[in-house]
C-alpha cells in the first residue's frame, strides 16, 4: 500500500506511475480541495482532506498495520509461541522465514510530496511502525524527533536525480499511454508565453494558491501568450 502525502505536481506525478506499476491500495492525501480533484482523476484508490481524516486510517481493513509498541512486542511473542509449538527448533524457521521477508510487518510506503518544513516530522509521529518515508524536496532547514523515529523504526528515504534509462522508460509509458498525464496538465502556453508560465510557477503568491496551477505545456503552434487553464 502507498500513502502519497500531498497532490502537488510531484505528487499527481507519483500517483499517476503507482498507479501504473499495479500498486493494491493508493490513498493521496491534500488540504486543497482542487488538488484532490486532480489526484482523483490519476486514479488512486482513496482521496483524503487531511483536516477532516487521517491519511494512514483512510484505508480501513486494508491498513492492518502495527501501530503501537505494546502490540508490537505481543505479535513478536506470540509468533515465538507458535513456532515452539513444531517438532524443529524455533531459531532455525525463524531465520529462514526473515530470508524470506515472512517475518517483516506489513507496512505502508509513504510519499511525502510537500517539501514543507514539519511535515516529515509530522509524518513520524502518525505513521504506522515499520513504515517505509520517502521523503521529498525541502529547500528549507528541517527538524524531526529521531527518538520517535527510532521506536517506530521508521526507514527514511531520500531520492535525487533521474538516470538516462529512466528517461526513457517514462517517454515510453507515457507514449504508450500506460501512464496518463492528462490530469497533472493544467495549463498550456506558445512560445510567446514561455516567460509568463515560469512566473506564474515560480510567482510566490501563485505558489501560495494550489488552485492556481500544477504543469504548464509549452505548445510551439500555439500563439498563446498567457497560461490559461485547460478547462477554460
Not at 81 to 93: A, D, F, S, T
Request: charged share 20%; glycine share 8%; with cysteine.
Amino acid at each position: 500500500m502507498a500513502i502519497v502525502i500531498g497532490c502537488g505536481p510531484v505528487g499527481l506525478a507519483t500517483v499517476a506511475m503507482l498507479k501504473a506499476r499495479g500498486v493494491n491500495t493508493i490513498v493521496a492525501s491534500d488540504f486543497s480541495s482542487r488538488r484532490r480533484e486532480l489526484a482523483q482523476a490519476c486514479g488512486p484508490d482513496i482521496v483524503v482532506d487531511p483536516g477532516a481524516d487521517s491519511p494512514f486510517d483512510a484505508a480501513g481493513d486494508q491498513g492492518c498495520w502495527v501501530t503501537t509498541i505494546p502490540d508490537l512486542v505481543r505479535l513478536g511473542v506470540g509468533t515465538t509461541e507458535k513456532l515452539q509449538r513444531l517438532p524443529v527448533p524455533w531459531p532455525h524457521i525463524w531465520r529462514v522465514a526473515e530470508k524470506v521477508g515472512a517475518t517483516n510487518a506489513k507496512r505502508p510506503v509513504i510519499f511525502e510530496c510537500v517539501g514543507v518544513p514539519g511535515v516529515i516530522d509530522g509524518i513520524i509521529a502518525s505513521a504506522p511502525l515499520m513504515s517505509r518515508v520517502v521523503v521529498g524536496v525541502c529547500m528549507e532547514p528541517d527538524t524531526i524527533r529521531p527518538v520517535m523515529a527510532i521506536n517506530k523504526e521508521i526507514d527514511l528515504r531520500f531520492v535525487v536525480g533521474y538516470t538516462p534509462l529512466e528517461f526513457r522508460d517514462t517517454l515510453h509509458v507515457l507514449a504508450e499511454g500506460k501512464v496518463d498525464a492528462t490530469p497533472v496538465i493544467t495549463g498550456t502556453v506558445g512560445l510567446p508565453g514561455v516567460e509568463a508560465a515560469f512566473d506564474a510557477l515560480a510567482d510566490p503568491e501563485a505558489l501560495a494558491d494550489p488552485e492556481a496551477h500544477a504543469k504548464i505545456i509549452i505548445d510551439p503552434r500555439s500563439p498563446v501568450a498567457e497560461p490559461m487553464p485547460i478547462d477554460q
